[in-house]
């Protein structure tokens, strides 16, 4: 499998390694990163001071050169009714997104000793295999150290792990 990575906005160089590096972790897959692309134009509602998190997916299909495609941008994006999303894919596409807006925290609140750049590297990590995880066919997995995990807040994304528990793994690997 070939993903291709597409930087929406301006993504810091560490993003896109730590990205890259844990889907080739996770998937073995081939990795590129594509040219930074601009915000969607008509993305951003400013009722919200959100951007919609469908049109960035819409991009990454579109411009990405991979059989899976995931945008990643600093940009904050909500879906729908939700509040916000870290990140969006729909089952068995070929495109997804990530966002590092509100990955950033600095704590995770106890749950470890690591430092805020660590911390923020492995969300990175877990939100795009989790994306991609869907665009497989994955949907969410109850085990709460799973990677497909549903995870709303931080504190969930901790928790789980990068990997793909046992029954998710059998289902794609
Ligand atoms: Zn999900
Ligand atoms: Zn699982």
Not at 23 to 31: G, K, N, Q, W
Not at 35 to 50: E, I, L, T
Not at 97 to 119: K, M
Not at 121 to 127: F, I, N
């Amino acid at each position: 499998m070939h993903v291709d990575i597409v930087p929406v906005g301006e993504v810091d160089a560490p993003v896109k390694r730590e990205a890259s590096a844990g889907l080739r972790t996770v998937y073995d897959c081939e990795v590129t990163v594509h040219d930074a692309q601009p915000v969607p134009d008509g993305s951003y509602d400013a009722n919200r001071d959100q951007f919609r998190a469908e049109e960035f997916i819409e991009l990454a299909s579109h411009v990405g050169s991979g059989e899976k495609n995931i945008a990643i941008t600093p940009k904050d994006l909500f879906y729908r009714r939700r509040n916000y999303v870290f990140g969006l894919a729909y089952l068995d596409g070929n495109g997804s997104v990530i966002s590092t807006y509100r990955l950033q925290t600095s704590s995770d609140g106890g749950f470890s000793n690591r430092s805020a750049e660590d911390i923020f590297s492995d969300r990175v990590r877990k939100e795009v295999v989790h994306e991609i995880g869907h665009t497989l066919g994955l949907e969410h997995c109850d085990n709460k150290r799973c990677v497909m995990n549903f995870s709303p807040t931080v504190r969930e994304v901790d928790v789980k792990e990068e990997n793909l528990c046992g029954t998710c793994q059998r289902q794609v690997l």
